[in-house]
């Protein structure tokens, strides 16, 4: 038994997080991506450690019966962050996904309608009947979990295909939702559900139009909007909520984070709403876990964090000189190409999946952590620091990108001669 306990303690001692560092027992990496795209403030942050160290000693469980007042008390600290017209939080969640099946029930209870409509190319999680309104088939290949009245839109092409400003792109989107609606649809739809910027997806940056078109649009056939900041809040694209800032068009009746409202990787997840939305029962939706003490620890302390240490401004000042390189990164290399994002939320293409997943090995090699998109099946890459990061983090992650794609370059040279 003891040597079962040393060997567990020699793996999982391996790894040992330094802000944006990842130490493995043999190479030290910067990660860009963020973990899995919930560590804004990288592997450690001292003063959230100790907050939690500090709440292990009290306990780590209550249940729902205690919490609901400290919930409130985090619905005020979020206030002078929220869109107009949010004013209701529904914490009861450690996941994105059990966010997201809270805010289709909200919506479904309230309308009296089941469908959800959802974008090409969307996730919005894990579980069975979030992955079935993600927008990639591959993943329900196996699996059966269609909701009633359930249907998928196209996402905008002008985007997909250029690297123009999205807020000066001209979208008619409106007209072909309408059709959708009244000709491919029974009018059983209780929701639209839509991430400010596609992430697993590519992350791809919609039009500001496209805001626009689908709250009004919801508004004319009175369908909830539902906005998934699961990976968009919490500073993401450099306000604290994507919804507050480049994507304020879409005004949403529900927001869902999960992902950087832990800070540093501890589990949370949560629904905010118009008061109007406020319908479900809490036996309607919980979650044994949701509303821990470490997540409520953690959440609380993360939104203190975001405001004094002024972390939204470091990112919103960082942001061109990120976009800045990025682009130069992609005028030196052509397996570059598209570069796209907000905040610290940034992406760009390859030439295939095949490739993209050669640049992250070929990263991580060279002590750069990125990932992918579409779980290995698509071709962007992503690249999302962590908020704490300065220029001289941001310059290390260019100069791996730069090496990186420089040997991928040589090896394919090396590959197609090799070929001839």
Not at 63 to 80: D, F, G
Not at 352 to 370: H, T
Not at 407 to 417: A, F, G, V
Request: glycine share 10%; hydrophobic share 35%; with cysteine.
């Amino acid at each position: 038994m003891n040597s079962r306990n040393d060997e567990f303690e020699r793996m999982i001692g391996r790894y040992k997080g330094d802000g944006p560092y990842l130490h493995d027992g043999e190479r030290v990496m910067i990660d860009a991506a963020s973990g899995t795209f919930n560590l804004p403030f990288g592997y450690t942050h001292e003063r959230l450690t100790n907050k939690l160290k500090q709440q292990l000693d009290r306990c780590t469980h209550l249940s729902s019966a205690y919490t609901k007042p400290i919930a409130e008390h985090i619905l005020q600290r979020l206030k002078p962050h929220l869109p107009e017209g949010i004013d209701r939080l529904w914490l009861r969640d450690v996941s994105g996904s059990g966010a997201v099946e809270g805010a289709i029930r909200m919506a479904q209870k309230y309308t009296g309608r089941s469908g959800v409509i959802s974008l090409f190319m969307s996730h919005h999680g894990q579980s069975l009947a979030t992955a079935s309104i993600s927008g990639n088939a591959f993943r329900l290949q196996h699996f059966s979990g269609y909701i009633d009245g359930s249907f998928k839109i196209p996402v905008p092409e002008s985007e997909l295909a250029t690297g123009q400003n999205p807020q000066a792109l001209d979208v008619d989107h409106f007209s072909a939702l309408e059709d959708f609606i009244s000709y491919g649809s029974t009018g059983n739809i209780a929701c639209l559900i839509v991430e400010p910027v596609l992430g697993n997806g590519g992350n791809i940056v919609l039009p500001v139009e496209f805001y626009r078109q689908v709250r009004e649009i919801c508004n004319k056939y009175n369908i909830v909007l539902i906005a998934d900041e699961v990976q968009t809040g919490f500073g993401r694209t450099g306000t604290f909520f994507a919804t507050t800032g480049y994507a304020k068009a879409l005004k949403p009746d529900i927001i869902v984070f999960a992902k950087g409202a832990g800070g540093i990787g501890i589990p949370t997840g949560g629904i905010l709403m118009n008061h109007q939305l406020d319908v479900l029962e809490a036996y309607e939706h919980s979650n044994t876990s949701g509303a821990n003490p470490l997540s409520l620890t953690a959440l609380h302390e993360t939104i203190a964090i975001l405001e004094e240490e002024k972390l939204l401004e470091n990112v919103q000042r960082n942001e061109r000189y990120l976009r800045d390189a990025l682009l130069k990164l992609q005028t030196n290399h052509p397996l570059i190409t598209n570069v796209r994002g907000l905040g610290y939320m940034f992406g760009f293409d390859t030439p295939s999946p095949e490739i993209a997943v050669m640049a992250i090995d070929i990263a991580a090699q060279l002590g750069l952590i990125i990932r992918g998109s579409r779980y290995g099946k698509g071709r962007a890459i992503k690249v999302r620091p962590p908020l704490t990061c300065d220029t001289n983090h941001l310059d290390e992650i260019i100069d791996k990108l730069d090496s990186t794609f420089t040997r991928l370059e040589q090896k394919l040279n090396t590959t197609q001669e090799a070929a001839r």
